[in-house]
């Protein structure tokens, strides 16, 4: 008998007395004896009701047993099981959540941003401006694939799927993936997601200018060399980010307003920084030099998807 069918006796005989009847041999509860008494009735509902949505959701006793922190033990790691079976990333999120047993749930939105972050997923950009994710060369080294399946009505739709490979690498690196979900890191660090695609060839046109140029015009130059693209093309936040999190540019505030200006390392590359004359206010700007836009064309594969 197992544990379900052994509560589903003990509701069998809760049912009884809160009807009356005595469960060992199916006579009536005297009026006058304590199980009949109105409050007595009352808890023996109660318990057969609370007995009842055990059973049809068993879960709920393990979420009776959650404790409050997400400890991660030798015991927690050998608990998860890695299948054979390629399985969703919530699949997956939800064995990491059933063995950390912790009130603060475990799920995909715990996996997934961990998994895009150190580049073994990317969101791309349907013809149809829909966002979708697929598995970088990087997360298909570790197992991470695309399954398709067809409904009724023929329609053909795309998930990502882990292998057992994948299964074990995330649990083997589960300690960084608990901690990058409790501190990610600040926008300024993250690699921004940027679905704005060129060819080698097209990469190739760019011209490199003698005189400085801003962001903008390089971002502009750059969404230029693709003039079949139907998607918005680079933007110059995404690629001053980008030279955020490489440390070539930072954040400076200057009169109650932000720059990203260049660090030591970007000056050195060839980013200049200029002041200039508004209306009301001066302002500062970075420009770009020759060398500063080859640096930027010649990594722009680690921002862009270059094919």
């Known amino acids: 008998m197992t544990d379900l069918e052994k509560i589903a006796y003990a509701k069998s005989f809760i049912d009884q007395l809160s009807a009356g009847i005595d469960p060992t041999d199916g006579a009536l509860i005297p009026e006058d004896d304590v199980a009949a008494k109105a409050r007595i009735?009352?808890?023996?509902?109660?318990?057969?009701?609370?007995?009842?949505?055990?059973?049809?959701?068993?879960?709920?006793?393990?979420?009776?047993?959650?404790?409050?922190?997400?400890?991660?033990?030798?015991?927690?790691?050998?608990?998860i099981e890695c299948t054979q079976f390629p399985v969703s990333i919530s699949a997956f999120a939800q064995r990491i959540d059933a063995a950390l047993r912790s009130s603060k749930k475990f799920t995909a939105h715990d996996l997934t941003p961990w998994l895009m972050h150190n580049g073994y997923i990317?969101?791309?950009?349907?013809?149809?401006?829909?966002?979708?994710?697929?598995?970088?060369?990087?997360?298909v080294e570790i197992g991470i694939i695309v399954h398709q399946s067809t409904s009724q009505t023929g329609r053909v739709t795309s998930s990502l799927r882990l292998n057992m490979f994948a299964q074990q690498f995330i649990r083997d690196h589960l300690h960084e993936i608990l901690a990058f979900?409790?501190?990610?890191?600040?926008?300024?660090?993250?690699?921004?997601?940027?679905?704005?695609?060129?060819?080698?060839?097209q990469l190739a046109k760019f011209e490199f200018s003698e005189m400085p140029l801003s962001i903008s015009q390089i971002a502009s130059m750059i969404s230029a060399l693709n003039l079949e693209s139907s998607h918005v093309g680079l933007k110059?936040?995404?690629?001053?980010?980008?030279?955020?999190?490489l440390g070539l540019l930072r954040t400076v505030e200057h009169g109650g307003k932000n720059y990203k200006l260049p660090t030591d390392a970007g000056k050195q590359l060839g980013i200049l920084v200029e002041a200039r004359h508004g209306l009301n206010c001066d302002y500062y700007i970075a420009l770009y030099n020759a060398?500063?836009?080859?640096?930027?064309?010649?990594?722009?594969?680690?921002?862009i998807k270059v094919v």
């Open 41 to 79: 009735v009352g808890c023996f509902s109660y318990v057969s009701e609370v007995l009842g949505k055990l059973i049809n959701a068993p879960n709920v006793v393990a979420d009776l047993y959650r404790v409050p922190e997400r400890k991660l033990t030798s015991q927690v790691l050998s608990s």
């Open 122 to 139: 990317e969101k791309l950009i349907d013809y149809r401006d829909k966002s979708f994710k697929r598995p970088t060369q990087k997360g």
């Open 181 to 201: 979900s409790q501190s990610p890191p600040h926008p300024a660090d993250r690699i921004p997601q940027v679905t704005f695609t060129l060819s080698q060839a």
């Open 236 to 245: 110059p936040g995404d690629l001053a980010d980008w030279l955020v999190h």
């Open 291 to 303: 060398d500063a836009q080859k640096f930027i064309i010649d990594n722009i594969h680690g921002l």
